[in-house]
């Protein structure tokens, strides 16, 4: 079935390193996105990118990194410059169609923790 | 700037009782795509709908309708004879017209739950 695979569902972290979550799509969409969830909060994007080997900062990209490399594949990494890093993250992706993007859909998220 | 307000934290309410989500949106765009999504206890979230702001006019989709108004800028969810399996929090969003899904404003989101 197509869809969007995010792995790990849970990742631990300790201060100072680095951590990648990963996402794939076969989807065959164009459009990916990271977001990022806080408890009681909305989401908020963190990295997009609508073709390969290019992408654009979020509203809240600083700590984060991302790479482009496939159309199936946008990693995120978490570095140690990123002050709060725990949070539940979310991929998404959507289809681009001329002008328009079309909705998002998203992956089932990883959980990271900072400890 | 654009923001979207989900004024309703949480709300519970017992099976088969209607219960309607409120979403209200600030933009200068005129215009924009409006969404709703559900997040269930899985995490993911799920598309429920999309509607440009030229399209004033309600949809119904089995037992979920919205009712759209650009003169009061909301777009509000009603589930009728809720179900237990309707409980999970669910989102209200805002985007651009033109740059769509990479633009995405959310509300706070609102958690559902149906007690049985």
């Known amino acids: 079935d197509g869809g969007i695979t995010q792995s790990p569902k849970y990742l631990f972290r300790k201060e100072g390193q680095n951590v990648t979550l990963s996402c794939e799509q076969n989807l065959n969409h164009d459009a990916m996105y990271w977001y990022r969830q806080d408890p009681g909060q909305g989401l908020r994007l963190i990295y997009y990118s609508q073709i390969v080997n290019d992408f654009q900062k979020g509203d809240i990209a600083e700590g984060y990194s991302v790479s482009r490399e496939k159309k199936e594949s946008f990693p995120l990494t978490v570095t140690s410059a990123q002050k709060n890093p725990t949070a539940f993250y979310l991929c998404a992706s959507s289809l681009l169609r001329g002008q328009l993007n079309t909705e998002a859909f998203f992956g089932q998220g990883t959980r990271l923790t900072v400890v | ?116």
């Open chain 2, 1 to 116: 700037a654009q923001k979207v307000t989900q004024a309703q934290t949480e709300i519970s309410v017992v099976e088969k009782e209607d219960v309607t989500l409120d979403c209200v949106y600030e933009t200068r765009d005129t215009t924009y795509y409006l969404f709703w999504y559900k997040q269930p206890p899985s995490g993911e979230l799920v598309f429920l709908i999309r509607r440009n702001s030229f399209d004033e006019q309600n949809e119904i989709s089995g037992r979920y309708s919205w009712n759209f108004q650009k003169s009061t800028s909301s777009f509000n969810f009603t589930i009728t004879a809720s179900q237990v399996v309707d409980s999970a929090v669910y989102f209200c969003a805002l985007s651009d017209y033109f740059q769509g899904a990479q633009k995405l404003v959310f509300g706070q989101g609102t958690r559902l739950t149906i007690n049985p």
